[in-house]
């Protein structure tokens, strides 16, 4: 298990495969070696070289495109379900000037996502991965301030995050791509401006994200 400490936003895609930089070509290898091989195997075995070349190097960029998801995000779903906080937020979203310390034992939130990606040749669909993403979070020690309906401030907590990302085709079994444990601290990863809603619907907390993809390639 490692310890995470950036005061930047953290994404699921870094805490999976340790940087940005390094999801394209840990994605490479993880598809071009081994029983992940498999994946796009029928896929490449009608194309040339050069073609099943570009092929994996697309596909590996746009699988590591869908998973920049910000990790605040994540947590920002599961505590909308946690009753506590959203009983402070609805009591502050009603009284102005008004704001709540709320002091959380440990808790886990789980969350999970299932894109895919068609693979198009010459005009003709040869593949469709599906992966899922699955995350466990098991947050410790939080005291949140909540103003307005917001989340606007984390004054201690730490959580202990496990992913794993898999994938699958008609012709594959599933396989693990990714995985992995890290501990982070939660002040350094929520970035919180002027404080996270708690009160909105889910589709206005989640940050924008790709749910599937479609990559076109010419042989």
């Known amino acids: 298990m490692t310890t995470t400490d950036l005061a930047e936003p953290i994404s699921v895609r870094t805490m999976l495969f340790g940087s940005d930089e390094d999801a394209v070509e840990v994605l490479r290898a ?8 498999s994946l796009l195997g029928d896929a490449l075995a009608t194309v040339s070289a050069a073609t099943g070349s570009a092929v994996v190097e697309e596909f590996t960029k746009v699988v590591a495109g869908l998973f920049a998801i910000d990790l605040t995000d994540a947590l920002m779903m599961g505590w909308r379900s946690h009753q506590t906080l959203m009983a402070a937020a609805r009591r502050t979203a009603q009284a102005a000037d008004t704001e709540e310390l709320v002091d959380l034992v ?41 103003n307005g309906g917001r989340l606007t401030a984390v004054h201690s907590g730490s959580c202990t995050l496990t992913a794993a990302l898999t ?14 444990s890290a501990h982070v601290d939660l002040p350094l990863v929520l ?8 009160c909105e619907p889910p589709d206005r907390v989640m940050g924008s994200r790709a749910d599937s993809a479609r990559l076109w390639l010419r042989d």
């Open 106 to 146: 440990t808790h886990e939130i789980s969350w999970a996502q299932e894109p895919y990606v068609e693979l198009f040749v010459d005009g003709l669909k040869v593949a469709t991965v599906h992966f899922q993403l699955s995350l466990n979070l098991e947050v410790k020690a939080l005291v949140a301030s909540i």
């Open 191 to 198: 970035h919180l401006g002027r404080g996270l809603p708690l």
């Open 167 to 180: 994938a699958q085709t008609l012709a594959a079994k599933a396989l693990t791509l990714a995985e992995r």
């Open 30 to 37: 993880a598809v071009t070696s081994g029983h992940a091989a």
